[in-house]
């Protein structure tokens, strides 16, 4: 069983920058890959960016490619998502997410606002 527990959502303007952090236990953390997905507002949930059990490997969706950047600390349990260049429509709530053994486990989410 893995828990993970998201934080660092808050306002912010356009063009601002804000960091997430994903704090996992249950499992061995340094086994499995991590991710982040997003929920606006009467939209369905998005894939934004994962990254590979070692950190070698990231991948990123579209609409952040290139303002965006996925990270992990294997020692500290612990996976970030820099966010840089914030647009409006990046406002949603952010989750985290394992899928491990056929499973999928997700954070409760953190919500992020973007104001123009």
């Known amino acids: 069983q893995v828990q993970l527990v998201e934080s660092g959502g808050q306002l912010v303007q356009a063009g601002g920058s804000l960091r997430l952090f994903c704090a996992a236990s249950g499992g061995t953390f340094s086994s499995y890959g991590m991710g982040w997905f997003r929920q606006a507002p009467g939209k369905e949930r998005e894939y934004v960016a994962s990254i590979s059990w070692s950190g070698a490997n990231t991948r990123y969706g579209d609409s952040v490619q290139g303002r965006f950047t996925i990270s992990r600390d294997n020692a500290k349990r612990s996976v970030y998502l820099q966010m840089n260049s914030l647009k409006p429509e990046d406002t949603a709530v952010y989750y985290c997410?394992?899928?491990?053994?056929?499973?999928?486990?997700w954070g409760k989410g953190i919500l992020v606002t973007v104001s123009s």
């Open positions: 997410h394992v899928p491990l053994w056929g499973m999928d486990y």
